[in-house]
């Protein structure tokens, strides 16, 4: 099985992309037919199109969403290649049938909306994270998404959605007549975007640190030794007083990140340290640089 999952074979890697895209396709359908769309939440994109219009005309969720996708597949189809539009088109199809026939009378959640809107954004975030592991999308938002992040890959996944959703969120304000129906979509389309993130980047998204310092021998070495961790160093010269000063850049986990400053404070309390997110991190210690695909 473990070398089912690990093979390189055409056949074995679409049968195991198809199982994560069936699996994805499931929880897509659950998130919105058994919380989002009996608690008036339009989720985001297309779906959340969708799923306005099965309010307002009674039409089917997942068949209105195949519909709006045609256009957008074939935009997609030059710019992504094939696999991603057939992946993508699959899943459109797996969404639609679950969606209309296995959930058409599926058991719903109709309690608390906080509720409906948190648990259907971790939902829908796995059935969406699980889909762009496989190099694909699940249509709408997600195509203009990775159309986006295919040439600017340094900007979050989730970040996109939620920017690029916002927009049709707000629209179901007008469709269900009150603002919490626009501000529950918020939160799970929040909730759905932070989970995405999660299974794209997992627990490898840490901390980047520039550390300006004097003594790079020392931190340097307790970053090794203490934290096993590398970095790397160069020279500089300060603006001010012209005095000669070290760069360390060097890259830690989040639960690092207090470690490494206690380092840098005990040996350096005059250090300069600039902090940022590393969403990604790839190479030795991290994530394998041939086994990244995003």
Known sequence: MKNFWHSKNKTAVYIKDTIIQILGSFLIA???????????????????????????????????????????LMIAYRRLGKKVVYYT???????????????ANAVTYSGNPMLAAIFGGIIN??????????????????????????SHPYIST????????ASIIM????????????????IMTYTSSKIVDAILYGG???????????????????????????????????????DKRWVIACVVRK???????????????????IVSDAQQIIGKGFIPIDADSN
């Open 89 to 103: 088109a699959q899943i459109l199809v797996f969404v639609m049938f679950l969606m209309d026939v296995v959930f």
């Open 30 to 72: 659950t998130a919105i037919k058994c919380f989002s769309a009996p608690n008036h939440i339009a989720p985001s994109g297309v779906t959340g199109i969708g799923t306005m219009l099965n309010y307002l005309f009674n039409l089917p969720i997942g068949a209105v969403n195949f519909a709006f996708n045609i256009p957008l």
């Open 255 to 273: 639960q690092q990140y207090h470690l490494l400053k206690g380092i840098i404070r005990d040996i350096d309390p005059g250090a300069f340290i």
């Open 158 to 165: 989730g970040q996109l959605i939620v920017a690029i959703n």
């Open 204 to 242: 490898d998204v840490g901390k980047s640190c520039t550390i300006v310092t004097s003594m790079p021998d020392e931190i340097s070495e307790a970053i090794k030794n203490e934290l096993h961790r590398g970095a790397t160093l160069w020279e500089a010269q300060g603006a001010y007083k012209k």
């Open 125 to 150: 975030g796995t059935g969406v994270g699980l889909m762009f592991s496989t190099g694909a999308t699940s249509g709408g938002a997600d195509i203009v998404n990775k159309l986006i992040h295919k």
């Open 171 to 186: 629209c179901a304000t007008l469709v269900y007549g009150k603002l919490e129906a626009s501000l529950y979509g918020l």
